[in-house]
């Protein structure tokens, strides 16, 4: 597609409830990101894919944070009993490459609010 | 710990006037900086980039500015745009591993 897209826009979920979040990266883009941001905090990593590689999975806050990348296009970050320090904007990226020169480009994210 | 800080949560500026946006790191391995600039309800998106064996890089009314020793750098705005009010974000990385953003800086420009 044109840009990355997520879905959903916008979720509320009740504590202990698990969610999914969906990402459509920039076809042809090898690398995938996902980060959130919290209230009034920057950019935080949670889960990097590259290729066929294994992710880079150091930035999961906890166990109860997982990813994967199907076929080498979308991404799924699900977040098993969610409790209401999840609540954030999840980010999505994808970039070709490093995405160093160029950036990586990034979705309008997924809204969480955990009540 | 912080490894990317924009100690300026917030900064005005007049229509027309320059922009001075700050960002310090901690890590000396950085090699890739990069700002991106965030709307309301938005994902970033990418500005500009500098690799750190450059001291600068200018693309149109934008340049950044790379001080290695001082493992600071700087994003210059000239002339402001009310178009340019949004956040401003430094990311930075070591070795092609994802990027690390700092908490950002609210440009206000007023008309």
Redesign the interface.
Known sequence: GAGVSQSPSNKVTEKGKDVELRCDPISGHTALYWYRQSLGQGLEFLIYFQGNSAPDKSGLPSDRFSAERTGGSVSTLTIQRTQQEDSAVYLCASSAGTGLEGGYTFGSGTRLTVV | DQQ?K?NSPSLSVQEGRISILNCDYTNSMFD?F?W?KKYP???????I?I?SIKDKNEDGRFTVFLNKSAKHLSLHIVPSQPGDSAVY?C?A?EG?????????TRLSVIA
């Open positions: 990317v924009q890739y990069l991106y309800a938005e994902g970033p998106t990418f500005l980039s690799s974000f990311a990385s092609n591993t994802p990027l690390v953003f700092g908490k950002g």
